[in-house]
């Protein structure tokens, strides 16, 4: 199946740095990414959409100012945390798809493991 | 959206068959019923998605009911490489073939 890099896959900064976490398609064109944040025993939660070349859709409640998104190619997708801080610590996880449709599986990265001190 | 409810959790035995249900009564005639798995530390991975026919592969199969207000995936032998958090989720126009999880079915399986 097509696979989906995420890196690094886990991070410790210190409070007010600025953390970002890539996202790659290694063998197909994702013209859509998503990501997502999990926090310890809960499920996925939708954070923002991104489209390449275009704006990220982001989710209710999700500061897009804090969670930059920055999707400059087909295959790179980036999540920048802004001035992090202890509540930004959470296990972040990208997914791709190379088109739309509801029937077309859903790739997913590996996940980041972030954690803010 | 179109919601799902599955059981929190569920215990099997390993060597033997595993029944995952999913409710999901809301579904629309053009949603694709999904499912995704959560291995401990990692990010989900794809199981199985149908729309009306009952659908066989590699991994498992998916019963979908011919109402389709419910489905159930069917693990034919569980292993302890199986425990993990099962997702079902609907797809579809309605909410732009999003991936929106909701908590899952944590599956235990016992030696």
């Known amino acids: 199946g097509a696979v989906v890099s995420q890196h690094p896959s886990r991070v410790i900064c210190k409070s007010g740095t600025s953390v970002k976490i890539e996202c790659r398609s290694l063998?197909?064109?994702?013209?859509?990414m998503f990501w997502y944040r999990q926090f310890p025993k809960q499920s996925l939660m939708l954070m923002a959409t991104s489209n390449e070349g275009s704006k990220a859709t982001y989710e209710q409640g999700v500061e897009k100012d804090k969670f930059l998104i920055n999707h400059a190619s087909l295959t790179l997708s980036t999540l920048t945390v802004a001035s992090a801080h202890p509540e930004d610590s959470s296990f972040y996880i990208c997914?791709?798809?190379?088109?739309?449709?509801?029937?077309?599986?859903?790739?997913f990265g590996q996940g980041t493991r972030l954690t803010v001190v | 959206d179109a919601k799902t409810t599955q059981p929190n959790s569920m215990e099997s035995n390993e060597e033997e068959p595993v029944h995952l249900p999913c409710n999901h009564s809301?579904?629309?005639?053009?949603?694709?019923i999904h499912w995704y798995r959560q291995l401990p530390s990692q990010g989900p991975e794809y199981v199985i998605h149908g729309l009306t026919s009952n659908v066989n592969n590699r991994m498992a199969s998916l019963a979908i009911a011919e109402d389709r207000k419910s489905s159930t995936l069917i693990l034919h032998r569980a292993t302890l490489r199986d425990a993990a958090v099962y997702y079902c989720?609907?797809?579809?126009?309605?909410?732009?073939?999003?991936?929106?999880f909701g908590a899952g079915t944590r599956l235990t399986v016992k030696p």
């Open positions: 997914s791709a798809r190379d088109r739309a449709g509801a029937d077309t599986e859903a790739f």
């Open positions: 809301t579904i629309s005639g053009t949603d694709y």
């Open positions: 989720i609907l797809r579809g126009w309605r909410n732009n073939n999003d991936m929106r």
């Open positions: 063998d197909f064109q994702a013209t859509t």
